[in-house]
Structures are given as C-alpha cells and as structure tokens.
C-alpha cells in the first residue's frame, strides 16, 4: 500500500475505490485487507504518524451511505476505514476503547459490508486485546441495538478466536445474552432483527462446536422455551454439518425435543 506513504490522501482515495471490484459482483478483500495491515504497519513503525492515520480512517468510516451507497465503488472507502480504524485499535491497549466506540457507530451503518467489516475488526482486536474487547462487547449486547449484537455474534464466532477455551467461554456468554434479548423482545418485524436471526442461525453451532459439553447443554435448555423464532435458531444451528457428523445423537435427540 504504497500510497500511505505518499501522502496524499486524494490519490489513495481514488486507488481504493478503483480497485474495489464493486462494481462487479463481490468485493476486493485483497485490497480491504492490505490496507488494514498497511494501517497497522505505519502507525507501529512511527508514533507520530498516527494521529494522521487515525484521522485519515475515521475520515473513510464516516463517509455516508448516501455518498457512498451499497455496491457501489466508493462504499469500499468505508469499509477501508472501519479496518483501519479496527487496525489502529490493535497497536496499543490504550488505542482498544477509542477504536471501539467508532466500530459501535458503524455497526449501525445500513451497508451490510461495513458491518462485516466491524465483525471483521472485531476479530482483529479479540486476538490482541481480549479482556477489554470482551468486556466492551457485553455492553454492545446488553444495551445494544439489533445491528450491534449481529456484528458481536458474526465476529466471536471465528474459527481461529474459538480454539482459544477463554475466547469460546466469552463467545457463548455473549450468544447467551443476545438470545435472551431475542427473547425478550417485543419487536421482531424491522429488518435489522430479521438479521440478526439469520446470523444467529449459523453462528451459534460454530461456538457449539468449540464447547460441545456446554454449548449442546444450552442448545438443550432454550430448544424447550415456546418461542418460535428461538426454535428456528436452534433448528438452523443443528443442520451444521460439523455438529450433526461429530455429534448425531445429540443433534437428534434436540430435534426431537423441537419437533
């Protein structure tokens, strides 16, 4: 990413929504991803400089859906910015809180590729900054909205975070409250709920998969609550194929229990 270190703003600019392939039928993550790690590189090579990038992401993040709407080539600007930002956050613990604040506020973004791109950066300073992560995230699911809990569900439920038994633990607390707030609610109809359920229908087997003891003893207990849209999440979760190959009598015995 040579043109960080250039300068100049307006011709990075024009490069990153260039070779966004958004035109075209799906992103560049090549690109996303280089410029996440090039954000990264600058600001732990040079102290000072990072002020300037931290500016130049929030700069990116903050460009509005109606100056860049959805799978159109300036909508990778924001997604640039929400890595960058996320990038900035994994220098240093005192950068965590400050990189999080601004993920909270571009997880309510309509663009479903910025809030990949905070599930994505969530990843990214899970892996480095665990405690203050996880303890932030709590707050995103206990006073959140819909769109925020659907971008802490998508982001602990990684692979890579899961083989880590502390991260998996954190990982199915966390699905744990936003089922309750599922639960709970009264609103179901707004599309950002309808979201939220589609990714809880796929992300909660991964943490199940990591915590088979625990996580199948919750699949248990909430496949017995009468509640349809609940039922509908476990239901999904259980055609996994990794949990109904590794673990068939479990997964049968829950469906029997769904019905």
């Known amino acids: 990413m040579d043109l960080l270190s250039s300068g100049d703003a307006g011709d990075l600019i024009a490069y990153l929504a260039a070779e966004s392939s958004l035109a075209g039928p799906r992103t560049n993550q090549?690109?996303?991803?280089?410029?996440?790690?090039?954000?990264?590189?600058?600001?732990?090579?040079?102290?000072?400089?990072?002020?300037?990038?931290?500016?130049?992401?929030?700069?990116l993040a903050c460009i509005s859906p109606e100056d860049a709407p959805t799978s159109e080539p300036h909508e990778s600007l924001s997604v640039c910015?929400?890595?960058?930002?996320?990038?900035?956050?994994t220098v240093s613990p005192g950068c965590v809180k400050a990189a999080l604040r601004k993920l909270a506020e571009s997880a309510e973004d309509?663009?479903?590729r910025v809030r990949d791109a905070v599930a994505i950066g969530l990843r990214d300073l899970l892996a480095r900054h665990r405690d203050v992560t996880v303890s932030e995230l709590n707050g995103w699911v206990e006073g959140g909205s819909w769109s925020a809990m659907q971008t802490v569900a998508a982001g602990v439920a990684d692979a890579d975070l899961l083989r880590e038994p502390d991260l998996a633990e954190a990982a199915l607390l966390l699905h744990r409250k936003i089922m309750i707030r599922v639960y709970t609610a009264g609103e179901r109809e707004s599309e950002d709920f309808q979201a939220l359920r589609k990714t809880l229908g796929c992300t909660l087997s991964r943490v199940v998969a990591a915590l088979p003891s625990s996580g199948f003893e919750y699949l248990q207990q909430v496949s017995t609550l009468d509640d349809?849209?609940?039922?509908?999440?476990?239901?999904?979760?259980?055609?996994d194929n990794h949990l109904a190959g590794d673990y068939p009598e479990t997964v049968r015995h829950i469906q029997a229990q769904i019905g």
């Open 110 to 112: 309509p663009r479903w």
């Open 228 to 239: 349809q849209e609940i039922r509908w999440i476990v239901r999904e979760n259980l055609k």
């Open 30 to 59: 090549d690109l996303t991803e280089a410029f996440a790690r090039a954000i990264r590189e600058f600001a732990v090579a040079d102290r000072e400089d990072r002020r300037i990038l931290w500016d130049l992401c929030v700069e």
């Open 81 to 89: 910015g929400v890595r960058g930002i996320a990038a900035m956050g």
